[in-house]
DNA sequence: CGAAGATTGTTGTCGAGGTCAACAATGTCG
DNA sequence: CGACATTGTTGACCTCGACAACAATCTTCG
């Protein structure tokens, strides 16, 4: 399909130019242009109506913005929260299942296959036949594994005593107190 | 690619049968296997080690529990979280611009455009041009889409009073008041 | 013992979302 | 007016969760 003028919004949309008294806006972000009369228009500060209610919303909204600070912490030595979480489990249980660690960490086995392809490409983790059942493998971090690791925990700690601040020393404990017994 | 035989997992992995000195596991579940001798094995309990310490874990397996349960209770009127977020912010700011939208729920104006696109073509949304600036788009709810929110709203109500029993009323109020100040 | 049933690890396929780059149309400002 | 910024849009790529289907391997029980 060639790029059309400017989105034809395939439909309807015709005329129709009444409504919104409430107009439109531009600050809401930083510049605070300096051309005195603000172009008046709409809230320039949101509301949130319904959202402020919803335990769900605040909690998507803050595990992203934690993520994204992890991820940029820990890009130097190429770990995503999910591989860490993985690579934290089996180093405090070596031999698990592949069942067992998606299991503990709530993902599908499948997924976990395909991350442990990629691990044990990049030679941190490996699979071992289980001696008691044929079915099984038995999950453990190689010398480079280990290594990798310890700089990740390391770098982790960081991003951890980085959030203390940024949520207030008191909120953090609170959070993660609360959170832990659920 | 034809299925072979049990993952050749592309590499080494031949030989070696030592170590794992812990060995595997089944429990962690709930059969409780009446076989007195429960088969040796593994932890049965898992260590999380080192992501107790880390807040982000337990925000992220909350998140995404508590998303399971909007999804379900939704699913009837087909809305996601993310639709959700879109319909509420309109409703109470009609008129606003695609970019203020994205902005102050954090996803991406590519995003978003694909977002509407589905509610539009649903009737749920409209995109008027705005008479003061012809680039934006004034966003608003049909009729069809009031009716559609105020359901949302209805069963996303019920979904959060349910998160109170799983969480403990103390906490929920906790957690909700100390994450919104962030 | 042997057949039915459950587990485990694997692959394939969808679909939702996030990320980036590139654009055309439109506004703003010097 | 011309340089620059915004806004909405599309395209392409990649991660991740959810399912279905399998082969190999236990487990159970008649």
Redesign the interface.
């Known amino acids: 399909m060639p790029p059309v003028k400017r989105a034809p ?3 309807k ?1 015709a005329g ?2 009444k ?7 531009k600050a ?2 930083l510049p605070l242009r300096k051309s005195s009369q603000l172009r008046r ?3 320039a500060v ?19 913005w ?2 994204q600070d ?1 991820i940029r912490r820990l890009a130097r030595i190429d770990i995503s ?1 999910a591989q860490f ?1 993985v690579l ?2 089996i ?7 592949q069942s ?2 998606a ?2 960490l ?1 993902i599908e086995r499948a997924r976990l296959v395909r991350m442990l ?1 990629l691990l ?2 990049r030679g941190l983790t ?8 044929g079915r ?1 493998h ?1 999950l ?1 971090l190689t010398r480079a594994g280990q290594a990798h690791l310890k700089q990740a ?1 390391a770098l ?2 960081q991003h ?1 005593v980085n ?1 203390l601040p ?2 207030g020393a008191e ?2 404990r ?3 107190d ?5």
């Open positions: 919004t395939p439909g949309k129709r130019a409504a919104a008294s409430n107009t439109a806006s809401a972000t228009v709409s809230p949101i509301d949130l109506g319904e959202l402020n209610n919803h335990l769900g919303y605040f909690v998507r909204r803050i595990q992203v934690i993520f992890f929260p979480s934290v489990i180093g405090a249980n070596e031999g698990l299942s067992e660690l299991g503990t709530g392809h044990d490409r490996e699979r071992l036949p289980s001696t008691a059942d099984r038995a453990r925990k982790a700690a951890e959030l940024k949520l909120r953090y609170m959070l993660l609360a959170l832990r017994e659920v």
